[in-house]
C-alpha cells in the first residue's frame, strides 16, 4: 500500500521551532522530488517547500525561505521539514506529498500533522 | 513567479447538474495544471493531471480542459459524494502555487 504518514506536529511559542518527518511506504520513495504543502485553518492550500532526489535541488515559498529547511533522508524513506522562527501565521496542517516531475501532480499525500504556533 | 486564480469561490448545485470550476494563470503553463479534490479533514486527492488526463480511479464525470492559460474542471451528473472543495496547482516552475479553491455544496 503506498503511505505517507507525518509526524511532530504540536504547539509551539512564538519563535520556537519544531521538526516534521514524513515516513513513507509503499513506492520507490528516493525515485521521487518531495514536497510539503500547508493549509491554515479553514484556508486553502499552500505549497511551502521541495527537494530532488538527491536532495541537491530544493525549493521555497518566500514566506519560509531562510526559516524552513527541507531534507530527506532516502536509506530511511523520510522526509523532513525543520521549521525555525515559528510564527503565528505558520499554525497548518502540515502535509507531505510525492511530486511527479514528468506532469507535475502531487499525489500521494499524508494525512497531515498539525503545527500550533501558539503563547 | 505564477498566481492562479479560481473561481466561483463556491457553488452550490443539484445532483444531476453539470458543474464548471475556472482557473486562470496568470502567465503561460502549457498543460502543467492538475486538479484536487479535498473532503473536510482530509488530505487532498488528485484527480486530473496535465490538464485533462484522469487519475486512475477517478470516476469519468470529472473531466479538465484547457483553452490558453484558462483550465477547466468540469463535474458531469454531480452526485452526493463530489460535494467537497476543489483546488488547481500549477506546475509550471517553481514555487508551485494553488487556486483559492471551490466549494462544491449539494442543494
Known amino acids: 500500500e503506498v503511505q505517507l504518514v507525518e509526524s511532530g506536529g504540536a504547539l509551539v511559542q512564538p519563535g520556537g521551532s519544531l521538526r516534521l518527518s514524513c515516513a513513507a511506504s509503499?513506492?520507490?520513495?528516493?525515485?521521487?522530488?518531495m514536497s510539503w504543502v500547508r493549509q491554515a485553518p479553514g484556508k486553502g492550500l499552500e505549497w511551502v517547500a521541495i527537494i530532488a532526489q538527491d536532495g541537491s535541488d530544493q525549493h521555497y515559498v518566500d514566506s519560509v525561505r531562510g526559516r524552513f529547511t527541507i531534507s530527506r533522508d532516502n536509506a530511511e524513506n523520510s522526509l523532513y521539514l525543520q521549521m525555525d522562527g515559528l510564527g503565528p501565521d505558520d499554525t497548518a496542517v502540515y502535509f507531505c506529498?510525492?511530486?511527479?516531475?514528468?506532469?507535475?501532480?502531487?499525489?500521494?499525500w499524508g494525512q497531515g500533522a498539525l503545527v500550533t504556533v501558539s503563547s | 513567479d505564477i498566481q492562479m486564480t479560481q473561481s466561483p469561490s463556491s457553488v452550490s448545485a443539484s445532483v444531476g447538474d453539470r458543474v464548471t470550476i475556472t482557473c486562470r494563470a496568470s502567465q503561460v503553463i502549457s498543460s502543467y495544471l492538475a486538479w484536487y479534490q479535498q473532503k473536510p479533514g482530509k488530505a487532498p486527492k488528485l484527480l486530473i493531471f496535465?490538464?485533462?488526463k484522469l487519475q486512475s480511479g477517478v470516476p469519468p464525470r470529472f473531466g479538465g480542459s484547457e483553452s490558453g492559460t484558462d483550465f477547466t474542471l468540469t463535474i458531469n451528473n454531480l452526485q452526493p459524494e463530489d460535494s467537497a472543495t476543489y483546488f488547481c496547482?500549477?506546475?509550471?516552475?517553481?514555487?508551485?502555487?494553488f487556486g483559492g479553491g471551490t466549494k462544491v455544496e449539494i442543494k
Open positions: 509503499g513506492f520507490s520513495f528516493s525515485s521521487h522530488y
Open positions: 496547482q500549477q506546475a509550471k516552475s517553481f514555487p508551485l502555487s
Open positions: 496535465l490538464a485533462s
Open positions: 506529498a510525492a511530486f511527479g516531475t514528468s506532469s507535475g501532480w502531487l499525489d500521494p
